[in-house]
């Protein structure tokens, strides 16, 4: 009985404090005086007002900030207390805190008594572009803020006709108010009251319970569809079979009238009952007019393989994970984080790690599907460098298989926080490598679904970021290096991106003919790709001639193979062409798609230089996994005749993960073919060139490649 009172009381304070935040004071009172005269009272609670002074607090020091100029600490307190999904998402946001950043930069020009300090001015100005070159280029293609982008270039912007209202008295009151204006709404959104929370968390619950059954529907369908073609062929092979059998029956009744069976028709039926693979070879090498030959191949044909016993992997508790890699000591994440991706890395490619990988996405393991604010994505920003660094090989490892592409590739934020890792990080090498990977594998353009990535990508500046970092190449590691280049040429394929680079033409022709001389010739195919893509944009072709472009490129056809000086032969066809090839290589026009799944490709370098070793006593690896989060299943192991047996795997040792990969760098390690366009009255096409999980343009007529 007590229970059911506490329950009560506590539905009824639920009720007044709804009633409360909706303002409907008279439905308030009645409720009130209703619950007083039955002997209910209400439970007192300070939450609400607690909640109140604590945002009210936070609003005076934004605007004491605001009013004082002191950006570090307004933008401390904004980006700790404004939900990043409002500034992320949210428009009236976004406008904001681009006006903000204006008034931040120009503060020292409207309140100086005398000449500002030149340093402090040059600090926020620094800021502002860096801004802009971030968060703020997603506005850059608004017709409001376009004048501002030119800001940082001014020398002086106080007497600039295009900066003239910044500085009139009105301005900056006027911001404030819509400061002020936005601060009360926020606020107020964030002590929304606990029904209304209970109310949006069933939804949001619901929701994302949808998604996840929705992409397993998904998936059921695409595996039906596999199996409906592995029955079609089966089907198929069947009825050659019959048809095989068939005559074989009418020469059996021949031989009876007195025919003779030619050893050339024997060798015709022996070679429609073997493999397309073997057919040829078959053909050519086997003399079937040997007695028994015949029919030894055959029957080896059907002897049965010995497979290797495959070990299907415990399930585990991923509810128990996620908690401990979102709450856990940083340590625990590490060795998490780890564990996790040597499941990928080292299980046998196929069933296996199908396996594994389906666990991972239906259990949503990466957060990727949730709106809460701390997730396991989160990780990548968190303050501990190795939590950080196998945050990104985990996710880079996931990008490294087809299913993992397309799950990453479901939402946009995934992108958007390796973009801004990958912009931010300067510690840790090995962390941009396997992001820079991430983004990379994000890039092909092997399905319909990952090209709003790309687009995302050129919008948010992706492409200027690459172009700085490679005026360096000598200070990056061969697999920053050349991820980079690939990553370019990729993005340098969409119009959009073409477009993009022909705003800092001279910039990129620079870096681009500076790294066709680059030592690391595996870079070669994507320079070339990535120059010959930007040279079908007439402005970039005039600002390569101007700047002898032919001439270098002629240098290298001097020095240069075979296959290199066609394709620079076909580079300066390009810079010597006067048509108007916009949108030539574009790869979002509606060609066919490949049919074909993408490769799944799981690089030697996702395990490479572990950050972490257990110490004594201390659990690491498959070990961790399935002494402290296993789940109902238990480990199950399967024999070549098909039955499950019980068996418990090996731990994984810390100090050296196996790996099944031989051969060092899977992605990058081969050149690919690089398939110029070149024009005999037509204009070619691109298609995309699976050889290492990268595109590259192709030509249509001309010579092809060796």
């Given at each position: 009985?007590?229970?059911?009172?506490?329950?009560?009381?506590?539905?009824?304070?639920?009720?007044?404090?709804?009633?409360?935040?909706?303002?409907?004071?008279?439905?308030?009172?009645?409720?009130?005086?209703?619950?007083?005269t039955?002997?209910?009272?209400?439970?007192?609670?300070?939450?609400?007002?607690?909640?109140?002074?604590?945002?009210?607090?936070?609003?005076?020091?934004?605007?004491?900030?605001?009013?004082?100029?002191?950006?570090?600490?307004?933008?401390?307190?904004?980006?700790?207390?404004?939900?990043?999904?409002?500034?992320?998402?949210?428009?009236?946001?976004?406008?904001?805190?681009?006006?903000?950043?204006?008034?931040?930069?120009?503060?020292l020009?409207?309140?100086?008594?005398?000449?500002?300090?030149?340093?402090?001015?040059?600090?926020?100005?620094?800021?502002?572009?860096?801004?802009?070159?971030?968060?703020?280029?997603?506005?850059?293609?608004?017709?409001?803020?376009?004048?501002?982008?030119?800001?940082?270039?001014v020398?002086?912007?106080?007497?600039?006709?295009?900066?003239?209202?910044?500085?009139?008295?009105?301005?900056?009151?006027?911001?404030?108010?819509?400061?002020?204006?936005f601060?009360?709404?926020?606020?107020?959104?964030?002590?929304?009251?606990?029904?209304?929370?209970?109310y949006?968390?069933?939804?949001?619950?619901?929701?994302?319970?949808?998604?996840?059954?929705?992409?397993?529907?998904?998936?059921?369908?695409r595996?039906?569809?596999?199996?409906?073609?592995?029955?079609?062929?089966?089907?198929?092979?069947?009825h050659?079979?019959?048809?095989?059998?068939?005559?074989?029956?009418?020469?059996?009744?021949?031989?009876?009238?007195g025919?003779?069976?030619?050893?050339?028709?024997?060798?015709?039926?022996?070679?429609?009952?073997?493999?397309?693979?073997?057919?040829?070879?078959?053909?050519?090498?086997?003399?079937?007019?040997?007695?028994?030959?015949?029919?030894?191949?055959?029957?080896?044909?059907?002897?049965?393989?010995?497979?290797?016993?495959?070990?299907?992997?415990?399930?585990?508790?991923?509810?128990?994970?996620?908690?401990?890699?979102?709450?856990?000591?940083?340590?625990?994440?590490?060795?998490l984080?780890?564990?996790?991706?040597?499941?990928?890395?080292?299980?046998?490619?196929?069933?296996?790690?199908?396996?594994?990988?389906?666990?991972?996405?239906?259990?949503?393991?990466?957060?990727?599907?949730?709106?809460?604010?701390?997730?396991?994505?989160?990780?990548?920003?968190?303050?501990?460098?190795?939590?950080?660094?196998?945050?990104?090989?985990?996710v880079?490892?996931?990008?490294?298989?087809?299913?993992?592409?397309?799950?990453?590739?479901?939402?946009?934020?995934?992108?958007?926080?390796?973009?801004?890792?990958?912009?931010?990080?300067?510690?840790d090498?090995?962390?941009?490598?396997?992001?820079?990977?991430?983004?990379?594998?994000?890039?092909?353009?092997?399905?319909?679904?990952?090209?709003?990535?790309?687009?995302?990508?050129?919008?948010?500046?992706?492409?200027?970021?690459?172009?700085?970092?490679?005026?360096?190449?000598?200070?990056?590691?061969?697999?920053?290096?050349?991820?980079?280049?690939?990553?370019?040429?990729?993005?340098?394929?969409?119009?959009?991106?073409?477009?993009?680079?022909?705003?800092?033409?001279?910039?990129?022709?620079?870096?681009?003919?500076?790294?066709?001389?680059?030592?690391?010739?595996?870079?070669?195919?994507?320079?070339?790709?990535?120059?010959?893509?930007?040279?079908?944009?007439?402005?970039?072709?005039?600002?390569?001639?101007?700047?002898?472009?032919?001439?270098?490129?002629?240098?290298?056809?001097?020095?240069?193979?075979?296959?290199?000086?066609?394709?620079?032969?076909?580079?300066?066809?390009?810079?010597?062409?006067?048509?108007?090839?916009?949108?030539?290589?574009?790869?979002?026009?509606?060609?066919?798609?490949?049919?074909?799944?993408?490769?799944?490709?799981?690089?030697?370098d996702?395990?490479?230089?572990?950050?972490?070793?257990?110490?004594?006593?201390?659990?690491?690896?498959?070990?961790?996994?399935?002494?402290?989060y296993l789940?109902?299943?238990?480990?199950?192991?399967?024999s070549p005749?098909?039955?499950?047996?019980?068996?418990?795997?090996?731990?994984?040792?810390?100090?050296?993960?196996?790996?099944?990969?031989?051969?060092?760098?899977?992605?990058?390690?081969?050149?690919?073919?690089?398939?110029?366009?070149?024009?005999?009255?037509?204009?070619?096409?691109?298609?995309?060139?699976?050889?290492?999980?990268?595109?590259?343009?192709?030509?249509?007529?001309?010579?092809?490649?060796?």
């Amino acid at each position: 009985m007590g229970d059911i009172l506490a329950d009560e009381s506590e539905l009824l304070g639920l009720v007044n404090e709804y009633l409360d935040f909706a303002e409907f004071e008279d439905t308030l009172k009645t409720f009130s005086k209703e619950c007083k005269t039955k002997g209910k009272p209400l439970p007192k609670s300070a939450c609400g007002s607690l909640r109140d002074s604590k945002s009210s607090i936070i609003q005076k020091d934004l605007l004491a900030a605001f009013d004082s100029g002191d950006q570090k600490v307004f933008f401390d307190l904004w980006e700790g207390h404004i939900p990043s999904s409002i500034r992320a998402g949210d428009s009236l946001a976004q406008k904001l805190e681009f006006y903000l950043h204006i008034h931040f930069a120009i503060y020292l020009l409207k309140h100086s008594t005398g000449r500002p300090d030149k340093e402090e001015l040059d600090e926020r100005i620094s800021y502002f572009k860096t801004y802009l070159e971030t968060k703020g280029a997603a506005l850059s293609q608004t017709t409001e803020f376009l004048p501002f982008y030119a800001l940082p270039f001014v020398p002086n912007p106080v007497v600039h006709p295009s900066f003239k209202e910044l500085f009139q008295d009105p301005w900056t009151p006027e911001l404030k108010l819509k400061l002020e204006k936005f601060l009360a709404l926020i606020f107020k959104a964030s002590n929304t009251p606990k029904l209304l929370t209970l109310y949006k968390e069933n939804g949001q619950s619901n929701k994302e319970m949808l998604q996840q059954l929705h992409q397993q529907l998904v998936e059921a369908e695409r595996r039906s569809m596999t199996y409906l073609k592995r029955y079609n062929k089966i089907q198929a092979d069947y009825h050659s079979l019959i048809g095989v059998t068939a005559e074989l029956v009418d020469s059996l009744e021949a031989t009876v009238s007195g025919k003779m069976i030619t050893p050339e028709y024997l060798q015709s039926v022996c070679v429609r009952l073997f493999s397309n693979q073997m057919r040829q070879s078959l053909a050519r090498s086997v003399d079937f007019t040997r007695p028994g030959t015949a029919s030894t191949m055959l029957r080896a044909s059907l002897a049965p393989v010995q497979l290797k016993d495959v070990p299907l992997l415990p399930s585990l508790d991923y509810e128990k994970l996620k908690k401990d890699l979102i709450l856990g000591s940083d340590r625990l994440k590490a060795f998490l984080l780890q564990a996790l991706r040597w499941r990928l890395t080292t299980s046998h490619p196929g069933e296996q790690r199908e396996t594994v990988l389906q666990a991972y996405i239906s259990n949503d393991l990466l957060d990727c599907h949730s709106h809460s604010q701390r997730n396991v994505l989160q990780l990548l920003h968190s303050k501990s460098e190795v939590v950080r660094q196998y945050t990104a090989r985990l996710v880079n490892a996931f990008a490294s298989l087809a299913e993992g592409r397309r799950y990453l590739a479901q939402s946009t934020k995934v992108l958007r926080m390796l973009e801004e890792r990958l912009k931010e990080e300067d510690k840790d090498v090995i962390t941009r490598e396997n992001v820079l990977g991430a983004l990379q594998k994000f890039s092909l353009r092997l399905f319909h679904p990952r090209r709003p990535l790309q687009t995302a990508m050129i919008r948010d500046g992706l492409i200027f970021w690459l172009i700085d970092v490679l005026q360096e190449p000598d200070c990056l590691s061969d697999y920053t290096l050349e991820y980079s280049v690939a990553l370019l040429m990729n993005l340098c394929l969409r119009s959009t991106g073409k477009n993009m680079c022909a705003k800092v033409a001279g910039l990129v022709l620079k870096v681009l003919s500076d790294l066709l001389g680059h030592e690391n010739h595996e870079i070669q195919p994507y320079v070339n790709g990535a120059l010959y893509s930007i040279l079908s944009i007439p402005s970039i072709r005039e600002e390569a001639r101007a700047m002898g472009m032919e001439d270098i490129l002629c240098c290298f056809i001097k020095e240069g193979n075979a296959e290199m000086i066609r394709q620079i032969e076909f580079i300066i066809k390009q810079l010597n062409s006067e048509e108007l090839l916009d949108g030539v290589l574009e790869s979002d026009d509606d060609e066919d798609e490949d049919d074909e799944e993408d490769h799944d490709t799981m690089e030697a370098d996702l395990d490479k230089d572990e950050l972490i070793q257990p110490q004594l006593g201390e659990l690491s690896g498959e070990k961790l996994l399935t002494t402290e989060y296993l789940g109902a299943g238990r480990p199950s192991h399967l024999s070549p005749d098909g039955q499950t047996c019980q068996k418990q795997l090996p731990p994984v040792s810390a100090k050296c993960p196996p790996s099944s990969l031989q051969g060092g760098h899977a992605w990058c390690s081969r050149a690919l073919h690089f398939l110029f366009m070149c024009h005999r009255r037509q204009v070619g096409r691109v298609v995309a060139s699976r050889t290492s999980g990268r595109a590259s343009p192709a030509p249509s007529g001309g010579p092809e490649p060796a």
